[in-house]
């Protein structure tokens, strides 16, 4: 809605509010002031505040340099006016702008910030403006230049972040933590002014040997240092200012975090002077102090390495090097680089996961879908209606005693208000019956021979020594087993209570996150952005007496992927036993156990809640899906209508909600009573499948892997880590053959071929992978290095670093499926890409397995830069096979997709990046005076930080700040996926090489591949007895049994085995634009590929479309339906997007627009 007053658009929901807030009056006082110049957010009592300054409509099409210009002193006025209000604020300026790119005619609205700028009274307004506009020119330059020829249009606006700073207080010393006094590795001067900055400065310079840490002992500062214009305690700013007015020092400055661990560098000086410091900045409550750091290798040497001899440090990334040369050719990161200690293993330490959770609640909102009649500002997103929440439902699960069960329902326009205090309460109740330990029961005869036979401990497996005790629940007093006694101790009643909800992270997360920030407590979040969390636990205080309370919210489909309906369909009647519960009544219950039919976009007002009769069939259009629901899918919602005597749309809604709760219980407890059974972990301890199959994986194969603590080791393994292969090769193709109605016989007989490699990733991972005893070779022993000496299932593996020749006779020969693909960015390309191409290699890291097959077929090994050397084992095998057995015997279908998840889910474990980790915190507090363990994340002190990043405000008291890392911790084992991706593309190009190409020669084509898949164009008399007569080669278990192509069902499911996707359908067209945008056309289906776009609207998509875009470069937009949140408000929305173009830049596309070449192909120089 739009307030007319401040001129200001405001969500709905909140607009009833909206006069008594701050930023209403402060955009009326603005308004007042200046034109084009709104207040877009604003927190903390405007604390923090974020304006958006508009072009007027004849400057919407000025450059951006003239923009900033006309607007400059628009901008002065507004910091001149914030530092009326605060001694010193926190700046950055974000610039936002219309692309588009012509070759596609798409149209994209781009953003541009600054980093931020501490700003005083004093500062120099005028070079932080034209260092903002300078940022700006030269980004803008940057991305036309080199992403793809985008083109700027015309400006939208720019945002100006204001945010008050509240520098940590130098002021009197503090005493340095006695883990780091102890290094005697710094000199903390005793200082009692704000000046401790300058006389740790003084105590580098000046070294005594007596009274090191009083002032007395040094100069002053005055007579030694310029300080001119500079503000105490020193901003990043005033360190520059000082290091420029004394031009004979340098600075680095390094932090401590809440463990003691030197985190940053927080400051690093563009030139080390030969007169060089490096400070130590730490805080203690709301102060904070530097001192001098003596001797840097020996403060952090602690943390990075046990390494006795000489070593070089990078200062930068604090990173150990035992020779010079190292030290000189590694590539920093800039940041603190932390890996584990020396011998370091990864295992199954988990144990408490091994116990089912008490009390599980399922939860689910749904919401009116409003009419967004505001202006939409964005030119290519049209937002269209406003998710309006009206009803909840939640489901109290109890494992161990039924009748703790509770369903709880409630319909009103304060039901988030009620959501999150019930939930609360309910918490609160489960928590107290969860902290009410049980003595256990006395022990029968039974369990007494039990425990005393007992030599394992039942919790970790070991063997038992005098440290045996009993085990018993806590909760039953039931008596477990003997145990370990620290087995015993961590085996304890879970501390959260799992709340999910599926598809929490897109939707309903969004819906009452704002109003669990009111209550009082920490939310820990694990975030994707800014706005979107994989998951996040609030934390409630109770009894002192006790830990705090902690409420964490799981989303059930990071674990399953797939609609509530799928899932549904894919249990039998016996696994709904919370549903049956409820509905008792057998005719009741059959019709609740599918998903209901609900009107979703129909019921857009409270008004339609009264309606007494179910709404007409063409009322439940699903704009998202695209699609009206079926005439049997109306009849049942008739049906369901009638026999539970619905009286109105409300009561209907209560019944949707109601199934819907119940069965996603039902369908997350058959997972867990699966995972239990199985591999004796719950999954409600886990926030996605990748963390809970790793687990898995560990505890069932007992494996302990090394963790490299080498840099070089893992940054060459790193450098490896490429992904898989997608290209489109040859762009369209037309199959003719007896099998199909139109064959022509005077022409060559050919057929269209997809296959699919079973599992591949699981397939790979049954190989022998790394596992411990890492090194680099020594010289003499990669003199004596022989490739093709070495078995396959070596006990030792190799990893090398090598210069390959790409000969020019092998180019036509390999130019639909280079070797050793490589990430790089196209010539006029905007990204880099895996590319597979035909250029020499230089530093190329590869595994010895696919280096083989490498050179086998031509490339020439002209280098050995370096070998690392590894002991491998088949570990993963054994957890692999079983999952595979599993799946082959499983009765379900829930149970086969399941096993094929654990399976798919461990390969995304194994190049886990840390790097791409984002810090994220979720704010509630301006500061907090009560404060003294410094635990409270606060804005004032996160703000005051270095390393922010960027703010996103949700309301008055709630935000998000993001900070860049202090430091990286890298203990992941990315050798494993390493190696995994390794042997995924040796067995691809094995396949095709050694068994397509050697069979069909160039009478086959590849058309197109992606990681593990093969589309062939292949000229033969008849595909399907050559494949028959290949059988083993193959898994043919989804062709018919009457097939006319007389095949066996053979193999099923087999990893590493190839299968006609499409089970005999006999493919008639394909046609290819780029990778994930693909069509092929077949006797009874068609399958559509445009990675981005919707389902529903790929699947609209005819093959006439992609020929019109291939052959006639017709580009292809459409409005993509989506549901999107803005700070934490859902809407449905509108967006215009090119779906189809013919633009691929991962090869050289031929004037035909079919053939293509791959980069580096002698014929093609470039």
């Given at each position: 809605m739009y307030c007319d007053k401040c001129k200001t658009e405001i969500p709905k929901p909140e607009f009833r509010y909206h006069k008594r807030t701050n930023i209403h009056k402060s955009n009326c006082l603005i308004k007042s002031k200046f034109e084009h110049i709104d207040i877009i957010a604003t927190a903390f009592k405007n604390r923090i505040m974020t304006y958006r300054l508009n072009p007027s409509i004849e400057d919407e099409y000025l450059l951006p340099e003239a923009f900033l210009d006309g607007k400059r002193d628009d901008v002065y006025k507004l910091i001149e006016l914030s530092l009326l209000k605060h001694t010193c604020i926190k700046v950055n300026f974000e610039l936002f702008a219309y692309f588009v790119l012509p070759k596609s005619g798409e149209q994209q609205l781009k953003s541009f910030n600054t980093k931020y700028e501490v700003i005083y009274k004093s500062t120099d307004f005028d070079q932080i403006y034209l260092n903002m506009r300078e940022t700006?020119?030269?980004?803008?330059?940057?991305?036309?230049?080199?992403?793809?020829?985008?083109?700027?249009?015309?400006?939208?606006?720019?945002?100006?972040?204001?945010?008050?700073?509240?520098?940590?207080?130098?002021?009197?010393?503090?005493?340095?933590?006695?883990?780091?006094?102890?290094?005697?590795?710094?000199?903390?001067?005793?200082?009692?002014?704000?000046?401790?900055?300058?006389?740790?400065?003084?105590?580098?310079?000046?070294?005594?040997?007596?009274?090191?840490?009083?002032?007395?002992?040094?100069?002053?500062?005055?007579?030694?240092?310029?300080?001119?214009?500079?503000?105490?305690?020193?901003?990043?700013?005033?360190?520059?200012?000082?290091?420029?007015?004394?031009?004979?020092?340098?600075?680095?400055?390094?932090?401590?975090?809440?463990?003691?661990?030197?985190?940053?560098?927080?400051?690093?000086?563009?030139?080390?002077?030969?007169?060089?410091?490096?400070?130590?900045?730490?805080?203690?409550?709301?102060?904070?102090?530097?001192?001098?750091?003596?001797?840097?290798?020996?403060?952090?040497?602690?943390?990075?390495?046990?390494?006795?001899?000489?070593?070089?440090?990078c200062e930068t990334c604090l990173q150990f090097f035992t020779s010079e040369m190292k030290f000189h050719s590694h590539a920093c990161s800039k940041i603190i680089t932390l890996l584990p200690d020396k011998n370091s293993t990864l295992q199954f330490k988990h144990f408490e996961r091994q116990q089912k959770i008490n009390f599980v609640i399922y939860a689910d909102f749904e919401s009116l879908l409003c009419n967004y009649d505001e202006e939409n500002t964005n030119k290519n997103t049209i937002k269209n209606k406003l998710h309006l929440p009206s009803c909840f439902a939640y489901y109290v699960c109890c494992s161990h005693d039924t009748?703790?069960?509770?369903?709880?329902?409630?319909?009103?326009?304060?039901?988030?208000?009620?959501?999150?205090?019930?939930?609360?309460?309910?918490?609160?109740?489960?928590?107290?019956?969860?902290?009410?330990?049980?003595?256990?029961?006395p022990m029968t005869p039974e369990q007494m021979n039990n425990y005393r036979s007992a030599s394992r401990c039942h919790i970790c497996k070991n063997l038992l020594f005098d440290d045996k005790v009993q085990d018993h629940d806590h909760i039953t007093s039931e008596y477990r087993g003997a145990a370990h006694s620290h087995c015993n101790l961590i085996y304890k009643v879970c501390p959260f209570i799992p709340v999910i909800f599926h598809n929490l992270s897109g939707y309903d997360s969004h819906i009452f996150i704002k109003e669990l920030s009111k209550y009082d407590g920490e939310i820990k979040i694990i975030p994707k952005t800014k706005e979107k969390y994989l998951s996040f636990t609030k934390i409630i205080e109770t009894d002192k007496c006790y830990k705090p309370l902690q409420i964490k919210f799981i989303d059930s489909f990071q674990f399953l992927s797939t609609s509530l309906d799928n899932l549904s369909k894919s249990l039998t009647d016996s696994d709904f036993l919370n549903l049956k519960s409820h509905f008792p009544d057998d005719k009741k219950f059959e019709l609740i156990r599918r998903k209901g039919i609900y009107p979703y976009e129909y019921i857009d007002s409270w008004q339609k809640y009264n309606e007494t009769q179910?709404?007409?069939?063409?009322?439940?259009?699903?704009?998202?899906?695209?699609?009206?629901?079926?005439?049997?899918?109306?009849?049942?919602?008739?049906?369901?209508?009638?026999?539970?005597?619905?009286?109105?749309?409300?009561?209907?809604?209560?019944?949707?909600?109601?199934?819907?709760?119940?069965?996603?219980?039902?369908?997350?407890?058959?997972?867990?009573?699966?995972?239990?059974?199985?591999?004796?972990?719950?999954?409600?301890?886990?926030?996605?499948?990748?963390?809970?199959?790793?687990?898995?994986?560990?505890?069932?194969?007992?494996?302990?892997?090394?963790?490299?603590?080498?840099?070089?080791?893992?940054?060459?393994?790193?450098?490896?880590?490429?992904?898989?292969?997608?290209?489109?090769?040859?762009?369209?193709?037309?199959?003719?053959?007896?099998?199909?109605?139109?064959?022509?016989?005077?022409?060559?007989?050919?057929?269209?071929?997809?296959l699919d490699c079973n599992n591949l990733y699981g397939y790979a991972m049954t190989k022998k992978l790394p596992i411990s005893d890492f090194k680099f070779m020594t010289s003499f022993e990669m003199a004596n290095f022989c490739l093709f000496d070495i078995p396959d299932d070596a006990e030792y593996g190799y990893i090398l670093e090598v210069d390959m020749m790409y000969p020019d006779n092998l180019h036509n020969l390999h130019k639909d499926l280079p070797f050793a693909p490589e990430k790089f960015i196209p010539i006029g390309g905007k990204t880099e890409k895996l590319i597979a191409n035909l250029y020499d290699k230089y530093n190329y890291v590869i595994h010895y397995i696919y280096l083989k097959e490498c050179i086998r077929h031509g490339l020439i090994l002209k280098k050995i830069h370096r070998i690392l050397q590894f002991k491998q084992e088949n570990f993963l095998k054994k957890y692999i096979d079983l999952n595979t057995q599993l799946r082959q015997s499983a009765k379900t279908s829930f149970e086969r997709d399941f096993f094929k998840l654990l399976n798919n889910s461990i390969f995304g474990k194994t190049i886990e990046n840390k790097r791409k980790q984002v810090d994220v915190k979720?704010?509630?507090?301006?500061?907090?005076?009560?404060?003294?363990?410094?635990?409270?994340?606060?804005?004032?002190?996160?703000?005051?930080?270095?390393?922010?990043?960027?703010?996103?405000?949700?309301?008055?008291?709630?935000?998000?700040?993001?900070?860049?890392?202090?430091?990286?911790?890298?203990?992941?084992?990315?050798?494993?996926?390493?190696?995994?991706?390794?042997?995924?593309?040796?067995?691809?190009?094995n396949f095709h090489y050694d068994f397509i190409k050697k069979k069909y020669g160039d009478n086959a084509k590849l058309c197109y591949t992606d990681t593990d898949s093969l589309l062939y164009l292949i000229h033969t008399q008849n595909f399907y007895k050559d494949l028959n007569d290949n059988i083993l080669k193959f898994d043919t278990s989804n062709f018919d049994i009457n097939n006319p192509y007389c095949i066996r069902k053979l193999n099923d499911k087999i990893p590493g085995l190839f299968k006609d996707e499409l089970g005999g359908d006999v493919i008639t067209e394909f046609i290819g634009l780029r990778a994930k945008l693909y069509c092929i056309k077949s006797l009874k289906t068609q399958i559509n590929k445009a990675k981005g776009v919707s389902r529903p609207i790929t699947k609209s998509l005819k093959i006439s479309n992609y020929k019109k875009v291939l052959f006639k470069n017709i580009t292809f937009?459409?409005?993509?339906?989506?549901?999107?949140?803005?700070k934490h408000v859902l809407y449905s929305q509108a967006v215009n997007k090119v779906i189809l173009n013919r633009i691929d830049d991962k090869r050289l596309v031929q004037p035909n627009q079919i053939d293509t070449l791959p980069w580096g192909h002698c014929d093609y120089i470039c």
């Amino acid at each position: 809605m739009y307030c007319d007053k401040c001129k200001t658009e405001i969500p709905k929901p909140e607009f009833r509010y909206h006069k008594r807030t701050n930023i209403h009056k402060s955009n009326c006082l603005i308004k007042s002031k200046f034109e084009h110049i709104d207040i877009i957010a604003t927190a903390f009592k405007n604390r923090i505040m974020t304006y958006r300054l508009n072009p007027s409509i004849e400057d919407e099409y000025l450059l951006p340099e003239a923009f900033l210009d006309g607007k400059r002193d628009d901008v002065y006025k507004l910091i001149e006016l914030s530092l009326l209000k605060h001694t010193c604020i926190k700046v950055n300026f974000e610039l936002f702008a219309y692309f588009v790119l012509p070759k596609s005619g798409e149209q994209q609205l781009k953003s541009f910030n600054t980093k931020y700028e501490v700003i005083y009274k004093s500062t120099d307004f005028d070079q932080i403006y034209l260092n903002m506009r300078e940022t700006f020119k030269m980004k803008l330059t940057e991305f036309e230049h080199c992403e793809s020829g985008w083109s700027f249009t015309s400006l939208s606006h720019l945002e100006i972040n204001i945010n008050k700073y509240s520098p940590m207080r130098g002021g009197s010393y503090i005493e340095l933590p006695v883990v780091i006094k102890n290094t005697k590795s710094c000199i903390n001067v005793y200082n009692n002014d704000e000046y401790c900055f300058l006389w740790s400065i003084l105590a580098g310079l000046f070294p005594v040997k007596n009274n090191v840490c009083r002032t007395s002992s040094y100069p002053h500062f005055n007579s030694i240092f310029n300080i001119k214009g500079m503000s105490f305690p020193p901003s990043a700013k005033d360190i520059r200012l000082f290091e420029k007015n004394n031009s004979n020092l340098s600075i680095n400055i390094y932090g401590l975090d809440q463990h003691y661990t030197v985190t940053g560098p927080l400051y690093v000086t563009n030139f080390k002077k030969d007169k060089h410091i490096n400070l130590l900045y730490f805080e203690k409550n709301d102060r904070a102090h530097y001192c001098l750091i003596k001797d840097l290798l020996r403060l952090v040497r602690r943390q990075v390495s046990r390494h006795k001899g000489r070593m070089y440090l990078c200062e930068t990334c604090l990173q150990f090097f035992t020779s010079e040369m190292k030290f000189h050719s590694h590539a920093c990161s800039k940041i603190i680089t932390l890996l584990p200690d020396k011998n370091s293993t990864l295992q199954f330490k988990h144990f408490e996961r091994q116990q089912k959770i008490n009390f599980v609640i399922y939860a689910d909102f749904e919401s009116l879908l409003c009419n967004y009649d505001e202006e939409n500002t964005n030119k290519n997103t049209i937002k269209n209606k406003l998710h309006l929440p009206s009803c909840f439902a939640y489901y109290v699960c109890c494992s161990h005693d039924t009748s703790l069960n509770k369903f709880v329902t409630y319909t009103g326009t304060d039901c988030v208000q009620v959501f999150v205090k019930k939930l609360i309460e309910e918490t609160k109740s489960i928590h107290k019956v969860l902290i009410t330990k049980k003595a256990m029961k006395p022990m029968t005869p039974e369990q007494m021979n039990n425990y005393r036979s007992a030599s394992r401990c039942h919790i970790c497996k070991n063997l038992l020594f005098d440290d045996k005790v009993q085990d018993h629940d806590h909760i039953t007093s039931e008596y477990r087993g003997a145990a370990h006694s620290h087995c015993n101790l961590i085996y304890k009643v879970c501390p959260f209570i799992p709340v999910i909800f599926h598809n929490l992270s897109g939707y309903d997360s969004h819906i009452f996150i704002k109003e669990l920030s009111k209550y009082d407590g920490e939310i820990k979040i694990i975030p994707k952005t800014k706005e979107k969390y994989l998951s996040f636990t609030k934390i409630i205080e109770t009894d002192k007496c006790y830990k705090p309370l902690q409420i964490k919210f799981i989303d059930s489909f990071q674990f399953l992927s797939t609609s509530l309906d799928n899932l549904s369909k894919s249990l039998t009647d016996s696994d709904f036993l919370n549903l049956k519960s409820h509905f008792p009544d057998d005719k009741k219950f059959e019709l609740i156990r599918r998903k209901g039919i609900y009107p979703y976009e129909y019921i857009d007002s409270w008004q339609k809640y009264n309606e007494t009769q179910l709404p007409p069939k063409h009322c439940f259009y699903n704009s998202l899906q695209m699609k009206h629901i079926t005439d049997s899918e109306y009849e049942h919602a008739q049906t369901v209508w009638n026999y539970f005597n619905i009286s109105s749309l409300g009561e209907y809604t209560d019944l949707y909600l109601k199934s819907d709760v119940l069965l996603l219980c039902d369908i997350f407890e058959n997972f867990r009573k699966i995972c239990l059974q199985h591999y004796n972990l719950d999954p409600a301890h886990y926030v996605s499948s990748p963390g809970l199959s790793w687990d898995a994986m560990l505890l069932y194969t007992g494996v302990q892997l090394e963790l490299i603590h080498d840099l070089e080791i893992y940054k060459m393994i790193e450098k490896g880590i490429r992904g898989g292969l997608a290209q489109c090769s040859h762009r369209y193709a037309k199959a003719n053959n007896i099998y199909l109605p139109h064959f022509d016989d005077s022409r060559p007989s050919s057929y269209l071929v997809y296959l699919d490699c079973n599992n591949l990733y699981g397939y790979a991972m049954t190989k022998k992978l790394p596992i411990s005893d890492f090194k680099f070779m020594t010289s003499f022993e990669m003199a004596n290095f022989c490739l093709f000496d070495i078995p396959d299932d070596a006990e030792y593996g190799y990893i090398l670093e090598v210069d390959m020749m790409y000969p020019d006779n092998l180019h036509n020969l390999h130019k639909d499926l280079p070797f050793a693909p490589e990430k790089f960015i196209p010539i006029g390309g905007k990204t880099e890409k895996l590319i597979a191409n035909l250029y020499d290699k230089y530093n190329y890291v590869i595994h010895y397995i696919y280096l083989k097959e490498c050179i086998r077929h031509g490339l020439i090994l002209k280098k050995i830069h370096r070998i690392l050397q590894f002991k491998q084992e088949n570990f993963l095998k054994k957890y692999i096979d079983l999952n595979t057995q599993l799946r082959q015997s499983a009765k379900t279908s829930f149970e086969r997709d399941f096993f094929k998840l654990l399976n798919n889910s461990i390969f995304g474990k194994t190049i886990e990046n840390k790097r791409k980790q984002v810090d994220v915190k979720l704010v509630t507090k301006w500061n907090d005076n009560k404060n003294r363990t410094n635990k409270t994340l606060c804005a004032e002190k996160l703000i005051a930080k270095p390393n922010l990043k960027s703010i996103s405000v949700f309301s008055e008291d709630f935000l998000a700040i993001q900070l860049d890392p202090e430091k990286l911790v890298l203990d992941r084992p990315i050798y494993v996926g390493f190696a995994v991706l390794e042997y995924a593309k040796q067995h691809m190009y094995n396949f095709h090489y050694d068994f397509i190409k050697k069979k069909y020669g160039d009478n086959a084509k590849l058309c197109y591949t992606d990681t593990d898949s093969l589309l062939y164009l292949i000229h033969t008399q008849n595909f399907y007895k050559d494949l028959n007569d290949n059988i083993l080669k193959f898994d043919t278990s989804n062709f018919d049994i009457n097939n006319p192509y007389c095949i066996r069902k053979l193999n099923d499911k087999i990893p590493g085995l190839f299968k006609d996707e499409l089970g005999g359908d006999v493919i008639t067209e394909f046609i290819g634009l780029r990778a994930k945008l693909y069509c092929i056309k077949s006797l009874k289906t068609q399958i559509n590929k445009a990675k981005g776009v919707s389902r529903p609207i790929t699947k609209s998509l005819k093959i006439s479309n992609y020929k019109k875009v291939l052959f006639k470069n017709i580009t292809f937009k459409c409005k993509m339906n989506m549901i999107k949140s803005s700070k934490h408000v859902l809407y449905s929305q509108a967006v215009n997007k090119v779906i189809l173009n013919r633009i691929d830049d991962k090869r050289l596309v031929q004037p035909n627009q079919i053939d293509t070449l791959p980069w580096g192909h002698c014929d093609y120089i470039c």
